[in-house]
Nanobody, 123 residues
């Protein structure tokens, strides 16, 4: 059974940076594409970024392009989300997710989810 554990969330001022981490265990990490999603209060969960098993291909939501970077370290079974130039509208619970195959923006197509980590960006 795959387990995902996010860390690195917190409170940051607008314009600041955070790096989220997601530790993967239970199966062969390199067999899974990974995604980051976020959910703000009273909003639907939305795709933020995705990365294929090799790390060679990434994808981003338009709202975070140029500010967020997804990466993975297959030796450490960890996926990261580096966030810079944070805005108040980035405030949400951030979740990492795993699926076999390629990445997708549709959250229903991910098999495994972490418990989430809160990111709050103040003005």
């Amino acid at each position: 059974q795959v387990q995902l554990v996010e860390s690195g969330g917190g409170l940051v001022q607008a314009g600041g940076s955070l790096r989220l981490s997601c530790a993967f265990s239970g199966r062969a990490f390199s067999s899974y594409a990974m995604g980051w999603f976020r959910q703000a209060p009273e909003k639907e969960r939305e795709f933020v970024a995705g990365i294929i098993w090799s790390g060679d291909r990434t994808s981003y939501a338009d709202s975070v392009k140029g500010r967020f970077t997804i990466s993975r370290d297959n030796a450490k079974n960890t996926v990261y989300l580096q966030m810079i130039s944070l805005k108040p509208e980035d405030t949400a619970v951030y979740y990492c997710a795993a699926r076999q195959g390629i990445t997708t923006t549709r959250y229903a197509e991910y098999e495994y989810w972490g418990q989430g980590t809160q990111v709050t960006v103040s003005t």
